[in-house]
């Protein structure tokens, strides 16, 4: 079976994490949410309203999410108030990604199409 996660968020940003969740057969898109009504853009999942229907989202049985606000400081509150709801987070990690074996992706976390890791610089 696969796990249903609401996208919180409707930006560039928004469409490339739902691209990658798409590649994961284990992941299935539940919709995603948008700051404004009035500014609710086209995209290939269900727009379920605005960031204030978390709730009845949970509800409704999808327990997973992902948060996809650019600044890093405001995503982090809002991931932990998300999970204060009762929301898991899941990763969105691309198969075109080179990721080592050994690394450590956390919830929450984004490694896009093309990622790579490079070699230190002293």
């Known amino acids: 079976m696969r796990l249903p996660v609401v996208v919180l968020g409707a930006s560039g940003h928004a469409k490339m994490i739902i691209e990658v969740q798409e590649e994961n057969s284990s992941v299935v898109i539940h919709g995603c949410t948008s700051p404004d009504s009035a500014k609710m853009p086209e995209f290939a999942c ?4 605005t960031d204030e229907i978390p709730p009845d989202i949970l509800g409704c049985g999808v327990k997973h999410a992902f ?3 650019g600044d890093n400081r405001i995503r982090f509150q809002a991931m932990r108030a998300v999970m204060e709801l009762g ?3 899941v990763r969105a990690v691309s ?3 080179v990721v080592s074996l050994r690394a ?3 919830r929450g976390a984004a490694i896009i199409p ?3 890791e490079i070699d230190a610089i002293d």
């Open 104 to 106: 450590g992706i956390g």
């Open 67 to 69: 948060e996809v606000i």
């Open 95 to 97: 198969r075109r990604a």
């Open 87 to 89: 929301f898991g987070l």
């Open 114 to 116: 093309g990622a790579k």
């Open 46 to 49: 269900p727009l379920l309203g």
